[in-house]
């Protein structure tokens, strides 16, 4: 009996430290935010560059393109930084050390609900830049990217709902 108890606590702090296993994937996460920083620097050259001769929507379409960048920058550190202190360890900051006010308070359903609504305002933009852009779409096109975009809006509000009924009763509010 005392060898299938510890054999069970070993099993059990091995699952426990296989947590560390996802670090790498964090980190690579972390590392393609210096891609989007990159790009985000192209992006607003381009755009000084073209801002003298674009008409309008050309520069519309050029800020939303930037915005959708930013967007999918702000989920990856919500993902890095929530996921890595909801399923690895808590992240300790010393005493009047910047850190954002909602770490240490977005659970797994939480940050779901975040990135689906960050994945419909993405969705969004993408359907504005159609629209503006609609000389180069066909209707069955169109109605795609809106049946897409509604499947999001959908998914998000459903997870929304599931969320609070499943899981705010159990949260420190």
Known sequence: MAITNEMERIIEKLILASRWLLVPLYLALASVLGIFAVRAVQEVMHLFAIVATATESELVLAVLGFIDLTLVANLLV???LSGYETF????????GEEKPSWLGKVDAGTLKIKLSVSI???????????????EHYNNQ????LVIIHLTFVVSALLLAFIDKIAFSPHRDH
């Open 120 to 134: 419909v305002a993405i969705s969004a933009i993408h359907l504005l830049s159609a629209f503006i852009n609609i």
């Open 141 to 144: 096109q169109l109605l795609w």
């Open 78 to 80: 919500m993902v890095v």
């Open 88 to 95: 690895i360890s808590r992240i300790d900051t010393d005493e």
